[in-house]
């Protein structure tokens, strides 16, 4: 296969995983990344102890990304040492010193239509404070720092995708089986993140629901390469 063609290929996030059993259905169907939630206000939210049973249950190459909202830097280097995530995911106010500081990569949320992210010059000045993450996530703003399953105007992603630095980026934000594949179409992100658009309820995935937005983001991508 060509790297052109590898290029082409969405990569998939599912995130806020709380069972064992959904995380080997998304291993199954397919996922590049699974993400645990370590933030306590969230309906999703996994103890240490609990993220590393999930952890066992996920092979090789396929990332574990753990989420944080504002941690202290302790909780995140426990949850390093015990959990061993391959990637961190920062969701708050962190500055870029804060991501940095685990000599881990990261992937840094932005809560675009949030304050200071209202135009599309402020949503590209705000993701070049970031330029050491590895990528740039784009969620709706919400109090709660994501988990909203709404989705936000896209257009202030307009100056980040004409830009040459960059870097590659993930959208995330009232993405399901429905509206993924026109998303993708239009916007061709590197990677699509979803948690509430898989769910039965908040932490528990819907089997049918994870297969059904495989498909589609697939159906996209060959969409692409006709």
Avoid at 78 to 84: A, F, G, K, L, N
Avoid at 122 to 135: I, K, P, Q, T, Y
Avoid at 175 to 185: G, S
């Amino acid at each position: 296969m060509s790297v052109d063609i590898m290029d082409k290929r969405t990569r998939i996030k599912f995130c806020g995983f709380t069972r064992e059993e959904d995380v080997r259905a998304a291993v199954q169907g397919g996922a590049d990344a699974l993400g645990m939630v370590f933030y306590a206000k969230s309906r999703r939210s996994v103890s240490v102890a609990q993220a590393r049973q999930l952890r066992e249950a996920v092979p090789a190459f396929v990332k574990v990304v753990a989420l944080f909202v504002n941690p202290e830097p302790d909780y995140v280097q426990e949850v390093i040492d015990t959990v061993s995530p391959d990637m961190l995911q920062f969701h708050g106010d962190e500055s870029p010193q804060d991501c940095e500081r685990y000599g881990k990569p990261y992937m840094k949320a932005f809560r675009v239509g949030g304050p200071d992210m209202e135009t599309r010059q402020d949503v590209l000045a705000e993701c070049r404070r970031f330029s050491s993450a590895d990528v740039w996530l784009f969620d709706s703003y919400s109090a709660a720092y994501g988990g909203s399953g709404e989705g936000f105007d896209l257009s202030l992603l307009g100056d980040v995708l004409k830009a040459d630095d960059a870097r590659p980026w993930v959208l995330a934000g009232g993405l399901n089986p429905e509206n993924v594949a026109e998303y993708i179409r239009k916007l061709r992100p590197f990677a699509v993140d979803v948690s509430s658009g898989i769910e039965e309820a908040p932490g528990i995935k819907s089997v049918e629901k994870m297969a059904m937005f495989f498909e589609a983001v697939r159906g996209a991508d060959q969409h692409q390469l006709a």
